[in-house]
């Protein structure tokens, strides 16, 4: 904490003071917390274009087994961060690694390789394809092992080997994020980053989509997720992160920012109705 008095500064001088002091604090507790991480993804800074930068020094870090959420508003730069550590956004500064192994910008595939997958918001499925076909996809740098992972995924999601020949065109948006799920676990992947997984679903099928969610984790892979719906993520994860324009604004369990009053008044209020 700064030895500077915040009664000696005028209201915004104050507000600028605490939030450099609360960024070193989050800074020092992220250090802390990562040193044995499976994934760190260290002062981020990242952007679509050059010179625009969306993310401007964020961190995160998640544990083996670990259920890791991130909310925040629109435009905070949560779908960016898992955009940036699946090698789809340039980073500019920082690093990601997993398990001790520097895997800033490298290639989707070569990520997948590496035991990270990813299940993108929108046009996650090949809707020409059966859903048999967009497993095939997920394993097509392993198809020697489809048949057992195949096994795996059908066991968490059964309704999938009875309409394995079913065109994924022709399903539901919840079934199709199940599909799209099911094709990320097709590599056998260490984490499983989900951006917006209820994003567009009803009330139900958002409770499935969670519910699907704390089973994937279960099996001990590691899942990172970015939630429009700031509440019943908070609820099932271990860990949670706010983002607000680029950078940590607040982290801690998911237990304890669903009940900081502080988090409730800027962001929960709003989020939850998002």
């Known amino acids: 904490m700064s030895d500077i008095n915040p009664s000696d500064l005028n209201r915004e001088e ?31 800074v990242a952007g679509y274009v ?3 930068n969306i993310l401007t020094g964020c961190d995160l870090y998640a544990n083996r087994g ?50 990270v997958g990813f299940v ?3 046009n996650n ?14 394993a097509y740098q ?4 489809f048949a057992e992972r195949f096994d795996f995924v059908a066991s968490l999601f059964p309704a999938l080997r009875d309409r394995r020949k079913q065109p994924a065109g022709s399903l539901s948006g919840g079934e199709r994020q199940m599909v799209a ?5 097709m590599m056998d992947p260490s984490v499983i980053l989900l951006d917006e997984p209820s994003a567009g679903l009803s009330p139900v099928l958002q409770d499935e989509v969670f519910v699907r969610t704390k089973q994937i984790n279960a099996t001990g892979v590691t899942v990172i997720m970015v939630e429009q719906n700031a509440r019943r993520c908070l609820q099932i994860c271990d860990r949670g992160y706010v983002l607000d324009q680029g950078r ?10 669903l009940n900081d009053p502080k988090v409730i008044e800027l962001y929960l209020g709003t989020l939850a109705q998002a």
């Open 66 to 115: 670990e259920l890791v959420g991130i909310i925040g508003p629109n435009g905070a730069g949560k779908s960016t961060l898992l955009k940036a550590m699946f090698g789809l956004v340039t980073v500019h500064e920082g690093t990601v690694t997993i398990d001790g192994e520097d895997i800033t910008n490298l290639k989707p595939n070569k990520l997948v390789a590496q035991g």
């Open 248 to 257: 940590n604004a607040h982290t801690g369990t998911g237990a304890g920012l």
């Open 142 to 145: 392993a198809p020697k092992n």
């Open 120 to 122: 993108p918001q929108s």
């Open 181 to 185: 799920m099911s094709r990320a676990l």
């Open 14 to 44: 104050a507000h600028l003071l605490q939030d450099k002091d609360h960024g070193i604090a989050n800074r020092d507790a992220h250090l802390e917390g990562a040193s044995d991480a499976l994934v760190i993804a260290d002062n981020l």
């Open 50 to 52: 050059p010179g625009v």
């Open 125 to 138: 499925v090949f809707p020409s394809l059966t859903i048999e076909e967009n497993l095939q996809m997920g």
